[in-house]
């Protein structure tokens, strides 16, 4: 498989069959992530990995705290504004992919807020994935940090593709970084930077038929100088 084919195939896959993943590739894939470049090779990212009885239980814990509305007023970093806040063309395009999640995949439709949360909280149990990780990274200081463990996150999630595997980041897991922090002994000088299910992809589920549309390289690059270089 060529880099470019890894990009292509990978999606964010929201159900998974429960096949487990042997541990050794577990640490094969995070070894050849970990060759991703970081400012003066620091390396600041941290990979939290839980399985089996280990995840099941932070999955309760975090529902738990779901219903009971303890979701953090804060995340630790400002991943995305409030709802209302989105600026052109993002609010268009964030617009397009709940249509695309919700309404056409998912058969729920605008203003049904039950469906939208049944779905939500499947997030907290890695959309069935046999392998949840929670991606960490040190915050001194957290802005090229954040840099550092976003070019580990895609390295991981291409590498998966080239080892058979499928994977969904997750930033839903921020709003509940105390308890990640204390369940999973995180320690103070760490940023939760988001959750990351990994597994294989259940084809047979109509979340699966979902693809994303991308923009045409003219509406996001442009070039200054004449002809070829
Ligand atoms: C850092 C990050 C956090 C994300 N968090 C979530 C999440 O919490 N839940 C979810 O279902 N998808 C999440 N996504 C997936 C995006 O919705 C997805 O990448 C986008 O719609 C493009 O689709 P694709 O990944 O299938 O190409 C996240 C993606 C990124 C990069």
Redesign the pocket.
């Given at each position: 498989m060529t880099v470019s084919d890894a990009l292509r195939s990978r999606?964010?896959v929201?159900a998974f069959r429960p096949t487990p993943v042997p541990r050794d590739l577990v640490e094969d894939l995070l070894a050849t992530a970990s060759r991703s470049a970081s400012n003066s090779n620091t390396q600041p990212w941290r990979v939290y990995v839980v399985v089996g009885e280990a995840k099941r239980r932070l999955t309760e814990e975090l529902w738990e705290s779901l219903d009971a509305g303890r979701r953090e007023e804060q995340p630790e970093y400002p991943y995305q504004p409030d709802p209302d806040e989105w600026s052109e063309p993002f609010r268009t395009r964030r617009a397009a992919?709940g249509d695309q999640l919700y309404r056409q995949t998912l058969g729920v439709e605008p203003g049904d807020a039950e469906g939208r949360d049944r779905h939500h909280r499947r997030?907290y149990e890695f959309f069935g994935a046999p392998v949840g990780m929670i991606l960490t990274t040190d915050a001194r200081p957290l802005a090229g940090a954040l840099v550092d463990a976003g070019l580990f996150l895609q390295a991981l999630m291409l590498t998966a593709r080239e080892l058979g595997l499928d994977t969904?980041?997750?930033?839903?897991f921020i709003t509940f970084h105390s308890v990640l922090r204390r369940h999973l002994d995180i320690s103070d000088d760490e940023t939760v930077v988001?959750g990351v299910a990994l597994g294989y992809a259940d084809r047979e589920h109509p979340l699966d038929d979902l693809t994303?549309p991308r923009e045409q390289v003219a509406r996001f690059a442009t070039f200054l100088g004449d002809g070829d270089s």
């Open positions: 999606r964010s929201r992919f997030n969904c980041p997750q930033a839903s988001c994303t």
